[in-house]
């Protein structure tokens, strides 16, 4: 029999993963596979999954958030694991598994995880660490951080909104120095993220994007009078600012390498978990993982 290696969160999201690993099991037995599960947790290393890792193994499961993803991710590489990855996504925003179209009903993303093919997706890399979705800075980029854990799995996507609510009264703006083949920026901005995928808290900022093209897309929204911030916010909620706002509020475009200086003590978020310190250097790694159960 082929083994699956699961590694689960159960304290993302709703903790509903851990009342379905009975059904997870059942369903890979009925395909003949042997699952082997692995628990892990915000205080735990995911190292110790891969210490069994061998060419018996088919796929490995990711059962968590974003946060998870990231974790799991930069164990695998620093393992030297290379097998595909299938996603249940059981966290809070699940950002980058919306932007790969998985389904949010375990049983059903099994059953896609175990009768597709792997498709060659990218990942991002902002130092010396990996991440799927989005590296950000500024307003609102750690609020995650900030949220109390036990806040943010009992009342989920609330908890963020309620953090953003109390960042939007404190508006503050950061110096930062960008540089890349397409783009020099040195000034002033609120807010910073370059995506991977397409989405932020739920909010489809980088409609643009596309997994699997071997680029970055980075979004960089300006210091402005409040005036000139409100039809950009307006742009923002139809989903039209990246082809409607002009470069003295916005600043887009797409890059395989950027670098990214700023001396204002900011600090960095990598897919809700902090990241690190400026000066950061970041890139596009082309085909970086495999993906089961994406549905295009």
């Known amino acids: 029999m082929k083994k699956v290696k699961l590694i689960y969160n159960p304290n993302s999201g709703e903790k509903k993963i851990s009342g379905k690993l009975d059904n997870i099991i059942q369903i890979y037995q009925k395909h003949d596979y042997t699952l082997i599960p692995f628990r892990i947790s915000s205080d735990e290393s995911s190292d110790k999954a891969f210490e069994d890792i061998d060419s018996t193994y088919d796929h490995i499961i990711i059962a968590g ?11 695998m590489i620093l393992a030297g694991i290379n097998i595909p990855i299938g996603i249940l996504p059981t966290g809070t925003a699940n950002d980058f598994s919306k932007a ?20 060659k997706i990218d990942i991002g890399k902002i130092n010396d660490r990996y991440f799927v979705n989005v ?10 951080q900030r949220i109390n854990p036990d806040l943010k799995n009992s009342i989920g996507k609330v908890s963020y909104y309620i953090k953003g609510i109390e960042e939007a009264l404190h508006l503050r703006e950061f110096k930062i120095n ?4 397409e783009c020099n920026y040195n000034g002033n901005m609120y807010l910073m993220l370059v995506f991977n995928g397409k989405t932020a808290g739920n909010i489809n900022l980088a409609y643009k994007a ?12 300006k210091v402005m009078p409040i005036p000139r911030s409100i039809p950009l916010l307006i742009n923002l909620l139809k989903g039209e600012h990246l082809d409607n706002s002009n470069e003295d509020e916005l600043l887009y475009f797409k890059t395989k390498k950027i670098k990214i ?3 204002d003590g900011l600090v960095t978020d990598i897919d809700g978990e902090k990241g690190p310190d400026f000066p950061l250097e970041i890139e596009c790694i082309k085909d970086g993982i495999e993906i089961l159960g994406f549905m295009d």
């Open 210 to 221: 596309e997994l699997d093209d071997g680029y970055l897309d980075v979004i960089i929204f």
């Open 261 to 263: 200086e700023c001396c």
């Open 135 to 144: 590296a950000s800075a500024g307003m609102f980029t750690d609020v995650s």
């Open 178 to 181: 960008v540089s890349s083949e």
């Open 100 to 119: 790969l179209n998985m389904t949010f009903e375990i049983e059903e993303g099994i059953e896609k995880i175990i009768n597709s093919v792997p498709k």
């Open 65 to 75: 958030g974003d946060g998870t993803i990231d974790r799991v991710l930069n164990s």
